[in-house]
């Protein structure tokens, strides 16, 4: 079966660090696009990275310089390291594949999604 | 970065109804242009990619259409199980941005 399962949310301060991890089963993420999305509560879609097939990356301007993107190969896992954490970076945080080719470019498998809530 | 824009911001119908949903993107975003569906507490689900291509196992009742800077996703005659929150992403270029999403209640 194809699927995604998120880990590594929680409650942290702000300025404090959090890494998100996204194992993925069915596929292999180094063969695809894989990305991030987040929804703050209440709120709208908010893009926030991909890693490409070829392993660059490109990210939000919110998040770019606090937050890295990477995979290992190995864990067939996707991985959101996210520093300086601020109070409006809270949102449930989603991992999505792009299939990137075959005529798909949209997120087609999601996963359940992980709370992060950055209070103090 | 490419806007993208849903009208309207909520909307109410019966089952039984036929719905129609715009989107409009700032840019060109060619046929880069998908359509999710999301209800409480669920991740987003990919209905329409391509603007008009059905995603597998998504009933036909929902279609889009449109390229460049407009489209549209229709729904024909709701179902209970379609009420929910609806988004447009164009994956033209990063940052993949979405719309601000369409609630759809019942009435």
């Known amino acids: 079966e194809v699927q995604l399962v998120e880990s590594g949310g929680g409650l942290v301060q702000p300025g404090e660090s959090l890494r998100l991890s996204c194992v993925a089963s069915g596929f292999t993420v180094s063969s695809i696009y894989m990305n991030w999305v987040r929804q703050a509560p209440g709120k709208g879609l908010e893009w926030v990275s991909v890693i490409y097939s070829s392993g660059s990356t490109s990210y939000a301007d919110s998040v770019r310089g606090r937050f890295t993107i990477s995979r290992d190969f190995s864990q067939n896992t996707l991985y959101l390291q996210m520093n300086t954490l601020r109070t409006d970076d809270t949102a449930m945080y989603y991992c999505?594949?792009?299939?990137?080719?075959?005529?798909?470019?949209?997120?087609?498998?999601w996963g359940q999604g992980i709370m992060v809530t950055v209070s103090s | 970065d490419i806007q993208m824009t849903q009208s309207p911001f909520s909307l109410s119908a019966s089952v039984g109804d036929r719905v129609t949903i715009t989107c409009r993107a700032s840019q060109s975003v060619g046929t880069y242009l998908n359509w999710y569906q999301q209800k409480p507490g669920k991740a987003p689900k990919l209905l329409i990619y391509?603007?008009?291509n059905l995603q597998s196992g998504v009933p036909s009742a929902f279609s889009g259409s449109g390229s460049g800077t407009d489209f549209t996703l229709t729904i024909t005659s709701l179902q209970p199980e379609d009420f929910a929150t609806y988004y447009c992403q164009q994956s033209h270029s990063t940052p993949y941005t979405f719309g601000q999403g369409t609630k759809l209640e019942i009435k």
């Open positions: 391509a603007a008009s």
């Open positions: 999505a594949r792009d299939p990137g080719g075959g005529g798909i470019h949209a997120f087609d498998i």
